[in-house]
């Protein structure tokens, strides 16, 4: 098993950036595809990108593609999310998630079997 531990989370305020990084420890990164999904308060878990093993190929949701943007790093065994022009409806726990299925990237969280704990947004306006 892979062990997750995102960062970089923290309170911004209305158009502002973060970027959320997922660092691997226990297993090579680079045989896992990995996800971002986010949660908040009181709605389900939601998938925001995914990204293959080798970072060849990324899937960003509609709803946020022209804001976020899912990337990797296998030689520091990480994974990030850069958000820009962040909005109020973007506050949320935002988890990573690894599956040693490569084959192709799915949306569905239950396929994931290696999760963060999260790191929270909050974005004020």
């Known amino acids: 098993q892979v062990r997750l531990a995102e960062s970089g989370g923290g309170l911004v305020q209305v158009g502002g950036s973060l970027k959320l990084s997922c660092a691997a420890s226990?297993?090579?990164?680079?045989?896992?595809?990995v996800a971002w999904f986010r949660q908040a308060p009181g709605k389900e878990r939601e998938f925001i990108a995914a990204?293959?093993?080798?970072?060849?190929?990324?899937y960003t949701v509609d709803s946020v593609k022209d804001r976020f943007r899912i990337s990797r790093d296998n030689a520091k065994n990480m994974v990030f999310l850069q958000l820009s022009s962040l909005k109020p409806e973007d506050t949320a726990l935002y988890y990573c998630?690894?599956?040693?299925?490569?084959?192709?990237?799915?949306?569905?969280?239950?396929?994931?079997?290696?999760w963060g704990q999260g790191t929270q947004v909050t974005v004020s306006s």
């Open positions: 998630a690894a599956t040693s299925d490569v084959v192709s990237m799915t949306q569905r969280a239950g396929a994931y079997d290696n």
């Open positions: 226990g297993r090579t990164m680079n045989k896992y595809n």
């Open positions: 990204i293959n093993w080798s970072g060849s190929t990324t």
